[in-house]
């Protein structure tokens, strides 16, 4: 690719920019995604159009590669960093033209854990699939997630855990929601390498994700099956 150094974004029409701007953020160029987003609303793009078509899209594809062992951690934080520097930009536009919500998670590893690489990943990728994400770090007791998921009026809520000593501990909260009567109100998805679908079953979670590509399929589908039943009810 040694013609890489020639493209010069501002001369793309607007569907290879978009193109370009997924490469960009597969592999991890900030600025040239903060300088591809500004090119698009400068075109007069909808902050709505930029995010899904050129963020969330090349995103989506990041997502995929680090499903299929293509791509890594390291490789997807860096894509995930850029997405950050054009949602920068796109964040304040986007609340003033009120776009729709994907939906809200609060995220954060259990109560005795200090695991957080796994997490922090979730929660990019969920903000790079349109969701708004309240992290709330490690090492979180039961109260810090009842508090976040009231003040942030929550739909998500998002546990991780890497010790297999921590992993009980999920169910503590699954079951301070369920003795409020509040348990219905979220979803719950849990993650961490020791566990499984059995253990998130065995615990009362709605899902296990094994990965943050995982996680984001998993809260679309979950959402979109909330927003279905409210819509039918």
């Not at 997924?22 to 075109?43: C, F, K, P, W």
């Not at 809200?104 to 590893?109: L, S």
């Not at 991780?160 to 000593?165: F, P």
């Not at 109100?185 to 065995?202: I, M, R, T």
Request: charge should be negative; hydrophobic fraction near 45%; aromatic fraction near 6%.
């Amino acid at each position: 690719m040694s013609d890489e150094e020639d493209i010069v974004l501002s001369e793309l029409n607007d569907e290879e920019l978009t193109l370009q701007m997924h490469d960009d953020l597969y592999d991890g160029l900030a600025d040239e995604i903060t300088e591809g987003v500004n090119i698009l609303l400068g075109r007069g793009w909808e902050p709505y159009r930029v995010l899904t078509e050129a963020l969330v899209e090349g995103m989506r594809i990041v997502g995929i590669d680090f499903r299929d062992g293509i791509l890594f951690v390291p490789e997807v934080l860096m894509a995930a960093n850029s997405m950050k520097a054009g949602m920068f930009i796109l964040k304040p536009l986007l609340a003033e033209t009120g776009a729709p919500k994907m939906g809200k998670m609060v995220i954060g590893t259990v109560k005795g854990d200090i695991h957080d690489i796994g997490k922090n990943l979730v929660g990019m990728m969920m903000e790079g699939a349109g969701f708004e994400v309240v992290d709330l770090g490690i090492n979180n007791p039961v109260e810090n997630y009842l508090e976040a998921l009231d003040k942030e009026e929550a739909d998500i809520l998002g546990m991780s855990a890497l010790l297999t000593t921590t992993m009980p501990y999920m169910k503590v909260v699954i079951d301070t929601l369920v003795e409020q009567g509040r348990r219905s109100d979220f979803v719950v998805l849990v993650g961490g390498a020791p566990l499984n679908e059995a253990f998130a079953d065995s615990v009362g979670a709605d899902a296990y994700c094994r990965d943050a590509a995982v996680a984001v399929e998993t809260a679309k589908t979950w959402m979109a099956k909330r927003q279905g039943s409210a819509l039918a009810g």
